[in-house]
């Protein structure tokens, strides 16, 4: 959008309140006051009465950016905590489980093992200890025609999104790579721990989401919790 008004294609942007323009009252003021002007783009919020044309509607703006953010602040923290809580419980909180177990039907929080990829795990541990090297153990996977993690995912546990991966390329649900591998390798999830963070501290309109360890919640430090569901090795 910012290249078409750039290049003079749009000249109105319509959203349907400030918070979906931005939560950063400082973007969203420099958009406002600076970006929008300068480019001869109109905005418009519907449902706050906001438009750049009338000019006594635009006097309140800026403090519904600055509660904006501060509403996304709040919630932030409350998902965090909340998060945390589970975590510290002994409960499983990411969406899918990782290669290897199964969410247990009579307790979605808690991790079972899956007798059908369990084996594959337990001969990835084996092959690293005996001094296979990740490489070694990837084609050794490929030659013996096992499903990655994503195609298993799509063809044992019907998880969408998967799927798309694979049109027209069947050979790639086939085809492991050193970083699955040395995720399994890595992740805490097969001694039976599961894993948390600490809080990193930045605000929270700067803070990338960063890639889950399984059985984890995402952030900067892990912090393993023990003894929360069955070992796969």
Known sequence: MIQDIEAKRINCVITKDL???????????????????EHGVRYISVNDGVDTLNKSAMDITP?????????????????????????????????????????????HNHLIIDEKAAPVVKL?????????????????????HILRPAA???????????ERHFEGKEDNRYQWSNNSVRAILRSPVYAGNLVGYKPGGGEHEKQE?????????????????????????
Do not use: W
Not at 31 to 36: A, D, N, Q, S, T
Not at 79 to 92: D, E, H, M
């Open 19 to 37: 918070s979906r323009l931005g939560r950063n009252y400082l973007d969203c003021g420099l958009y406002l006051e600076v970006f929008f002007p």
């Open 209 to 233: 989401t960063p890639l889950q360890a399984p059985g984890g919640m995402g952030g900067d430090t892990q912090h393993p919790r023990g003894h929360c569901h069955p070992s796969a090795v």
């Open 63 to 107: 403090f519904r950016n600055i509660l904006n953010e501060m509403y996304a602040a709040d919630v932030s923290m409350k998902v965090k905590s909340a998060l945390r809580a589970r975590f510290n419980s002994g409960l499983y909180v990411s969406t899918s489980p990782p290669y290897g177990y199964l969410k247990d039907p009579a307790d």
């Open 152 to 162: 298993y995912a799509a063809a044992e546990r019907g998880e969408s999104g998967y």
């Open 124 to 144: 990835i541990f084996q092959m690293a200890l005996g001094g296979a090297g990740i490489a070694k153990i990837r084609n050794h996977l490929n030659a013996s």
